[in-house]
């Protein structure tokens, strides 16, 4: 009668912890016609897969506690296709489009960071947009894609207070080819 009852315990336990992980990671695979990328939630973020809808995003994330929309920083994943040549020239080219519809925005290199299985990331750090925000942005490819990891965040305290996390996402960032 032991036995029984502790299975049963046991697997209780094994169901709430899962439904808090994923209550807390919210999604760990994004994919779309051709791409795809696994990624980790940072501790103490929620993860929204899909969120083109609401934000614009494959991917939308912002810490707990508070919503997409009124948090002090979020981070979002946008896929590309892969015309540019390089991700030097799909970096370059977006940040160009960035300044045509921001002209007074700074961009300055905030160095390479390295995403999951070793593959590089190159990081800029912008401000002065139209919405004022301060912002690390992360340009790295995909066998089908490129892709751009931002942490957007209100002010520059808060883009330092949460860049722990970006690097955690961009750590554990990894894509995929769409079988």
């Known amino acids: ?16 912890i899962v439904s808090v992980a994923h209550a807390q990671s919210g999604c760990a695979i994004v ?5 795809a990328f696994l990624f980790a939630t940072p501790e103490r973020w929620v993860s929204q897969c899909r969120a083109e809808r609401q934000t614009g995003a494959a991917l939308a994330l912002w810490p707990d506690g508070t919503t997409f929309a009124d948090a002090p920083a979020v981070m979002y994943v946008t896929v590309n296709g892969k015309e540019d040549p390089s991700l030097e020239a799909f970096a370059a080219a977006e940040q160009q489009r960035f300044r045509a519809i921001a002209p007074k925005v700074k961009v300055m290199p905030a160095g390479p960071m390295v995403a999951a299985n070793g593959k590089r990331a190159l990081v800029v750090r912008l401000s ?52």
């Open 128 to 179: 002065g947009d139209l919405g004022q925000n301060h912002e690390l942005v992360a340009y790295t490819e995909g066998p089908t894609a490129y892709f751009i990891v931002v942490l957007s965040a209100r002010n520059p305290q808060a883009l330092e207070e949460h860049r722990p996390a970006f690097q955690a996402l961009l750590q554990s960032f990894s894509p995929m080819k769409r079988q």
């Open 31 to 35: 994919y779309g016609d051709n791409w």
């Open 1 to 16: 009668m032991l036995v029984p009852r502790l299975t049963t315990v046991f697997a209780s336990v094994l169901v709430a």
